[in-house]
């Protein structure tokens, strides 16, 4: 073998070695780009579940016994104070059965809403009952507050404190009405994958 040919030879040797080495590189490099990226946001969202809950509990919590202490402490109950007090235990509500069984789960790892088939539907049916109780409360507290100013002359009649509780009693009907289909849908079985999800077959299909 004279040296031109065994240069060309270790010339080749050396450009199939390198791409073999790139390819194997690149491979690599591929199959691993997704999975960090995967597991980045993922280690992200599990601590932002540990971190975040307990803070607003806390905050929401003693916001809203503050609120209770300053309006029980009134001389006279006044119909923004009763609206304020059922709004402020509708947000503990809120705080107890929507980011605390979350919280739960992603520190140790124990699914809160799929433990029982009981505590699947109250635990749901508490969190969507709290959440559009707020959401309806607030209406009612601006279109009470806004009659009161278009009609001054008739405050006494459409902002008693009377009025304001049978307003709130038929707020709570309705929503408790409207969400009743949760306890339906919501079950922890077989079907489901005991996991609390909703049970009916057009859901599943």
Known sequence: MDATTKFS?????I???????????SSNVSGWEPYSIVSYYRDTQ???????????????TIG?????????????MTSTAVFMFALALS???????????????????????SLSSPGCKALNYL????????SWLI???TFVRTACVLFPHKVRLCCSVHNAGMIIISSVLDVFGINIIVLVI????????WTCKPSTKEYQD
């Open 139 to 141: 209406v009612v507290v």
């Open 91 to 113: 947000d503990a509500l809120i705080f107890c059965s929507a980011p605390l069984p979350d919280w739960v789960s992603f520190t140790w790892d124990i699914d809160v809403w």
């Open 186 to 193: 919501l079950d922890v079985n077989e079907y489901t994958g």
């Open 46 to 60: 599990v601590l932002l579940w540990r971190v975040i809950p307990p803070i607003l509990v806390s905050i929401g």
């Open 9 to 13: 030879s270790n010339v080749t040797l």
């Open 15 to 25: 450009n199939v070695t390198e791409q073999e080495t790139f390819n194997a590189t």
């Open 64 to 76: 809203n016994a503050l609120t209770f202490i300053v309006l029980l402490r009134q001389k006279k």
């Open 127 to 134: 969190a969507y009952f709290s959440i559009h109780l707020s």
